[in-house]
């Protein structure tokens, strides 16, 4: 999985709430005092307010590089809002005698939420350099309104690519489908409207996808949005009630609920089904 990951991470997925920790940086790279304060924001003519308060001030600490927001901190920009316990930005000296933000944390129930958007977690960690967040905790979770994603160890979002992964016990729900696995990659599509829309998942270790009518496992799993199909390899079994197909790949359309369980390869090994007396097998 590993490999993979580092084949795709080379390339735009960017919802507008990965931005809005860009923008807290910018606005914490001002030394200010009061518990709310506000900066015109943006690039060329764009001037878009920002605004960050917080219960417990906002402190400039010189020594170590840092701006901290404490106590309830909100980022506004916009109609994208960025909360948590803490908001931290660490900055470094350029060549030029500027200074730069590489690094923002928020700590703490922290929600990144847009109107078409939400992700939450206990920690958030944006790089700049690498445009890629981190999120960690507990009820870890990204939603774009169709789609919702959750993990146990981490959920990352790479901003040019366009991409999410979800890491242990990760999972995918739209409706009633659900595709769990260890590892899951989900790529996504920007729309004219700005809003992000999941394109494809890749499943890696433990595949089990899970309609109203059966429940499919195997090793690996691509799942396709646009046609609804997910395709499984490795050791498949796709239980319908009490009857069950055994193979090596299988194709599922979650859409129409039909299955089709096909060999690995010419000359390998059979398919085979086991059907109990009484049930209707698809």
């Avoid at 003519?45 to 960050?52: A, I, L, R």
């Avoid at 939420?113 to 700049?128: F, I, K």
């Avoid at 409706?175 to 004219?192: C, H, M, P, S």
């Avoid at 799942?223 to 499984?232: D, E, M, P, S």
């Amino acid at each position: 999985m590993s490999r993979r990951l580092d084949r795709i991470l080379r390339g735009p997925f960017r919802p507008a709430w990965l931005g809005a920790l860009l923008i807290v940086g910018a606005l914490l790279a001002v030394p200010v005092s009061p518990a709310v304060a506000q900066l015109l924001q943006g690039g060329g003519g764009d001037q878009v307010p920002v605004t960050v308060e917080a219960d417990q001030g906002i402190e400039w600490i010189r020594d170590s590089k840092t701006y901290v927001a404490r106590g309830n901190a909100r980022a506004t920009r916009a109609d994208t809002q960025v909360t948590a316990d803490t908001l931290t930005a660490r900055y470094r000296e350029k060549p030029d005698g500027t200074t730069e933000i590489f690094r923002l944390e928020a700590d703490g129930n922290v929600v990144i939420a847009t109107p078409r958007e939400r992700a939450q977690g206990d920690r958030a960690v944006y790089e700049l350099d690498k445009a890629s967040v981190v999120l960690t905790g507990r009820n870890l979770q990204f939603n774009n309104g169709a789609d919702v994603i959750t993990a146990r160890d981490s959920l990352e979002y790479w901003q040019e690519q366009r991409v999410a992964v979800a890491r242990g016990d990760a999972t995918a729900v739209r409706g009633t489908q659900r595709i769990a696995a260890d590892t899951l990659i989900a790529y996504f599509v920007e729309q004219k409207s700005g809003t992000t829309e999941l394109s494809r998942i890749d499943a890696d270790g433990n595949v089990v996808i899970t309609t109203p009518e059966e429940v499919a496992r195997g090793r690996e799993g691509v799942y396709t949005a646009a046609k609804g199909t997910a395709t499984l390899t490795g050791d498949v079994r796709i239980t319908r009630g009490r009857n069950q197909l055994n193979g090596e790949r299988a194709v599922v359309n979650l859409n129409t609920g039909i299955s089709r369980l096909l060999p690995a390869a010419k000359g390998g090994e059979r398919v085979k089904g086991l059907f109990t007396p009484g049930t209707a097998p698809q």
